[in-house]
C-alpha cells in the first residue's frame, strides 16, 4: 500500500517497529525492496514503534518511539490481522467468539468434530489459495476420504505485489537452519531467470533456493524482481509429482509452481560449478517440516 500511495502522488513514511520490511522473507528481500522504495522517495522508519497519534485539523501526528515524530493528512494502520468471529455464534457451541478457532490437519475443530474451518478464520495460512486449499482438504473428509491439511504453514507459496514483486515458496535459509537442515543458500541475478528477461537483461533483484545439502532437494525458493510473481504463481496444471510444495492432499492443490525459474536458476548454479541439484522427492515432515522439497 506505501508503494501504491507514493505511485499516486503522496508522500510516504513507512514506520516499521522491526528491524527490516518483509521480516518473514530472505533479508536480501528487505534490503533490495527499501531499496527500491527509498529510490521512490518513500521514508522508512526501522526500528521503531508509534506510541501516540494526535490529529490536529488537517494533519495527524504519529510520535515515535525513538523521540521523532511524523506528520501527515492521514495514517493508514497495517498491522496484522484478526479473526471475523464475532457474530459467527461461537459462543453457542463453546468457542471463544472473537478468537481463531482451532482446526486439526483435517480441519476439523478438535472438540466439535462436526464442525469444520476453513481460511483466515482457522488462522493457518491467511492467503487465498491456501483457503481454497483447505476447503478441498475440508471437503474430502466430509465426503469420506483420507486428506490432510499438511502443506498450509510458512512455506506456502506467497507473493507480494511490490514492484519489483517478491515471490517464496518453502522455506528461508533461516527457517530450514532453524529446523536443523544442513541448508545452503544459492544466489542468482533475477533477470538470469525466464520471467524476469522479459523486462530484459540486468534488471534489479536476487534470487535465491535453499538447498538441502545432505539430501540434495531445494528446501525453499525466494524470487524478487520484475516478473518475479510469475516464477511462483503461474498455475501448475500438472499435479502432484510437479507440486512444488506437494500440496495435493486433498486433490489438485491450486498452488504456484516454480519450475522454469528453479530451472534457470539451477542452470545458473551448475555454472557456477555448484554441486548438483537433484531432483528426486524426499518426505521432509520426518524433520518436522510441512512445507515439502521442489522437484525440478
Ligand atoms: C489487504 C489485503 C490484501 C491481501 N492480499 C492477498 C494476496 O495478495 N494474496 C493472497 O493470497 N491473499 C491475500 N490476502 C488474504 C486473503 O484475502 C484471505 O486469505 C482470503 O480472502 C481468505 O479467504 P476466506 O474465505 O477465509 O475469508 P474471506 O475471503 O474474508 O471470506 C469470508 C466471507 O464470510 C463472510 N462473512 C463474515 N461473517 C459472516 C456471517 N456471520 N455470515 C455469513 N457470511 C459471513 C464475509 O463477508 C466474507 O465474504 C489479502 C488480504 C488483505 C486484507
Known amino acids: 500500500m506505501a508503494q501504491a500511495y507514493s505511485e499516486l502522488g503522496a508522500t510516504v513514511t513507512i514506520v516499521e517497529a522491526l528491524d527490516r520490511l518483509v521480516a518473514g522473507e530472505e533479508p536480501f528481500v528487505a534490503d533490495e525492496l527499501s531499496a527500491a522504495f527509498r529510490e521512490r522517495g518513500i521514508d522508512i522508519r526501522l526500528g521503531v514503534t508509534a506510541e501516540a497519534v494526535h490529529r490536529d485539523g488537517a494533519s495527524v501526528k504519529v510520535e515515535l ?131 524476469a528477461s522479459f523486462h530484459g537483461r540486468n534488471t534489479p533483484g536476487t534470487s535465491r533456493l535453499v538447498v538441502d545439502e545432505d539430501r540434495s532437494v531445494i528446501v525453499g525458493a525466494t524470487f524478487y524482481g520484475h516478473g518475479g510473481r510469475g516464477l511462483a504463481a503461474s498455475r501448475d496444471d500438472r499435479p502432484r509429482r510437479r507440486d512444488p510444495t506437494g500440496a495435493a492432499a486433498g486433490g489438485r492443490a491450486g498452488l504456484p509452481h516454480t519450475l522454469r525459474g528453479l530451472a534457470a536458476s539451477a542452470r545458473a548454479l551448475e555454472r557456477q560449478d555448484a554441486e548438483r541439484v537433484v531432483t528426486r522427492e524426499v518426505d521432509l515432515q520426518a524433520k518436522g517440516f510441512r512445507g515439502g522439497p521442489m522437484p525440478l
Not at 169 to 187: F, M, S
Request: proline share 6%; charged share 25%.
Open 65 to 195: 518511539s525513538d523521540g521523532r515524530s511524523v506528520e501527515a493528512p492521514e495514517i493508514l494502520v497495517a498491522t496484522g490481522r484478526r479473526p471475523l468471529t464475532g457474530d459467527l455464534g461461537l459462543e453457542t457451541v463453546g468457542l471463544e467468539p472473537g478468537e481463531t478457532i482451532e482446526v486439526d490437519d483435517t480441519l476439523r475443530v478438535p472438540k466439535l468434530p462436526w464442525l469444520f474451518a476453513v481460511g483466515d478464520v482457522n488462522g493457518r495460512s491467511l492467503l487465498t489459495h491456501m483457503a481454497k486449499y483447505q476447503a478441498r482438504v475440508a471437503a474430502q473428509v466430509i465426503a469420506g476420504r483420507e486428506a490432510r491439511a499438511t502443506r498450509d504453514d510458512h512455506g506456502a507459496p506467497r507473493a507480494i505485489f511490490t514492484d519489483p514483486q517478491v515471490a517464496a515458496v518453502g522455506l528461508t535459509l533461516q527457517c530450514a537452519r532453524d529446523g536443523g537442515i544442513n541448508a545452503r543458500a544459492y544466489d542468482v541475478a533475477t533477470s538470469d531467470t525466464p520471467g
